[in-house]
């Protein structure tokens, strides 16, 4: 069995696994669902209601331990990420497949505190990413919470959290990189049509 003992949370790979998959995905839209995902590894992401009912289980089946929303389910095969469908915070839930995900990519085999890091610098990457935050800063000139909620699919809170990092590791993001610039352009449409008004007052400045 394949344990990861690693002590030291890797942030970096967290971050270019979740803009890899970003970047096959076909988007037209900030207000990004990771339910409409293409995913690349082996999991099928559904409802535990609908699962149990499939699988002719009950729910607890699947709930006992410290269900939070979302759960995987590891098989050979195939995992399983498994939501709660009647959770109506879209974007908590949002976040929650994300998390798990993250956990998929980063292969993680067990879920401590370093595993939990990594799994929501991924979902952060994936929901909101820094090359779109720092494309919204330059052609905005500011960026708020407000900018985050009303755009994409993120709670307030998360908005707090993703909007600290983000400031926090502003010095340190390598726009010019290879895959941010590919992820600026593949997302300037959506940022374009957000944030029109700015563009255009950006436009009368300039001239
Ligand atoms: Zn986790």
Redesign the pocket.
């Known amino acids: 069995m394949n344990i990861d003992t690693h002590c030291k949370p890797n942030f970096k790979k967290a971050r270019h696994l979740a803009t890899e998959l970003l970047l096959k995905q076909d988007l037209d839209s900030l207000f990004i669902n990771i339910i409409d995902f293409d995913i690349d590894i082996p999991v099928k992401i559904d409802s535990v209601q609908h699962y149990a009912k499939v699988t002719k289980r009950h729910i607890n089946d699947f709930t006992c331990d410290g269900f939070d929303g979302c759960l995987v389910l590891k098989y050979s095969r195939c995992n399983v990420i498994l939501y709660d469908e009647t959770e109506t915070n879209i974007a908590r839930r949002n976040w929650g497949i994300a998390?798990?995900l993250?956990?998929l990519y980063l292969e993680?085999e067990t879920?401590g505190r370093i595993?939990?890091q990594e799994?929501?610098v991924f979902a952060g990457q994936l929901i909101v990413p820094e090359a779109v935050l720092y494309s919204i800063l330059v052609h905005k000139g500011s960026i708020k919470i407000k900018d985050l909620t009303n755009n994409f699919n993120v709670s307030k809170e998360c908005s707090k959290n993703r909007l600290k990092s983000f400031i926090k590791r502003l010095n340190f993001i390598n726009i010019d990189s290879n895959l941010n610039k590919k992820l600026s352009e593949k997302f300037r449409p959506c940022i374009e049509q957000c944030f029109y008004e700015y563009k255009q007052k950006y436009i009368k400045d300039a001239n």
């Open positions: 998390h798990e993250g956990h993680h879920d595993q939990e799994a929501n």
